[in-house]
């Protein structure tokens, strides 16, 4: 089952950015663990800071995946290009935050991509990306 773990802009800081916020590991030391632990899983990682670069990676894998886990930093707040993507595509996502965005500023408060998503995890710091591999491990491969 292919999923593809998705992360937006400023998270390849994770553990040297706002570590109050978002902790002091890297993504990248995290993520060795996930592939540890789901071993059923085959897990892929792609990180940009780039609103194309993330729209161009959905519609990549959009059509032949399982399941997307995305963190669309701060363009989730903004971007209509992204929240249209993911409507475009087949691929359920799952919306995830580290930070619980709704005890933060009233700014992070709106997701435009939360309507096009399957659900939204948010404030579990990065073990929100766990809850949502734990999900779509439990999926059911669809009857034809
Ligand atoms: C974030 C929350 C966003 O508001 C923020 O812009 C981020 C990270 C989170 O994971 O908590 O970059 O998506």
Do not use: W
């Not at 060795?32 to 897990?43: Q, V």
């Amino acid at each position: 089952m292919e999923i593809l773990i998705l992360n937006g802009p400023n998270l390849n800081l994770l553990g040297t950015r706002e570590k109050s916020v978002y902790g002091s590991r890297s993504f990248e030391d995290y993520y060795k663990e996930l592939e540890e632990d789901f071993p059923d899983l085959k897990l892929s990682y792609f990180q940009s800071n780039t609103e194309g670069a993330l729209i161009d990676k959905l519609h990549e894998v959009g059509f032949s995946f399982k399941g997307i886990v995305f963190n669309a930093g701060a363009y989730t707040h903004t971007s209509v290009a992204l929240s249209d993507a993911i409507k475009a595509i087949d691929t359920p996502v799952i919306e995830v935050h580290i930070s619980n965005v709704y005890a933060r500023e009233a700014f992070r408060h709106k997701s435009m991509i939360a309507p096009y998503c399957t659900g939204s995890i948010s404030g579990f710091g990065l073990e929100s990306y766990r809850l949502a591999l734990q999900f779509l491990e439990r999926q059911k491969p669809k009857q034809v």
